[in-house]
């Protein structure tokens, strides 16, 4: 697929199932976030690749962050059930670090162009995806069961796999007036 075509009419995908990408696909989608524009070169990420009993051991950490935040059995049944939403999950977090010329937001910033553009790795090789976050990005027992450090941020969990629909819907051009301005 042409670069130009893929970002003029990418579109986000939320009924995944399998196939899910493997050996050099994945390496591909995992070398295109490596690749995010990134200043200082600091590569301020850490990529969770979770498939298989890896989506099993995050339900049930989500489904822990329920219980332990007291949010009730309905929350606690829709936290297990969220990971299967999809049949791989790539969690994305920033690994903020102190640094002269690179303040947070950067780093930040930095770590969500990785998830895009392992995201539009994906849907290059036929592949689809969503980037979801979430109060989850926040809670304290996922932070702790993903292995953030105190300034670590969860920027997304990149829901990947193939689409169950062959064409999801094509979005109109949007009318640039609002957005654009020439200086
Ligand atoms: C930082 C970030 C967090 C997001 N979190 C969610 C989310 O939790 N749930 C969701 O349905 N969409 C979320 N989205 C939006 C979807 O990824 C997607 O962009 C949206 O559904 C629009 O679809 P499109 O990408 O095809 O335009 C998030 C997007 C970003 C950039």
């Known amino acids: 697929m042409n670069a130009l075509e893929l970002l003029l009419s990418r579109r986000s995908v939320s009924r995944l199932t399998t196939p899910v990408p493997a050996g050099d696909e994945l390496q591909n989608i995992l070398a295109a976030g490596m690749r995010a524009p990134d200043h200082g070169a600091l590569r301020p990420w850490h990529f969770i690749v979770m498939q298989g009993e890896g989506i099993d051991k995050f339900s049930k950490l989500l489904e822990q962050a329920a219980i332990n935040g007291e949010m009730g059995k309905d929350v606690a049944e829709k936290a ?78 990149l829901y990947l796999g193939t689409p169950e629909l062959k064409s999801p819907m094509k979005m109109p051009s949007p009318d640039l007036t609002d957005f654009v301005s020439y200086f």
């Open 80 to 157: 297990k059930n969220a990971p299967y939403r999809a049949p791989m999950i790539i969690t994305v977090i920033a690994k903020v670090v102190e640094h002269v010329k690179v303040p947070e937001w950067e780093q930040v910033v930095a770590a969500g162009c990785s998830v895009h553009a392992m995201q539009m790795a994906a849907v290059a090789q036929g592949f689809g995806g969503i980037w979801r976050s979430g109060s989850w990005t926040e809670d304290s027992t996922v932070r702790a069961g993903l292995g953030c450090e105190e300034h670590d941020k969860i920027v997304g969990f």
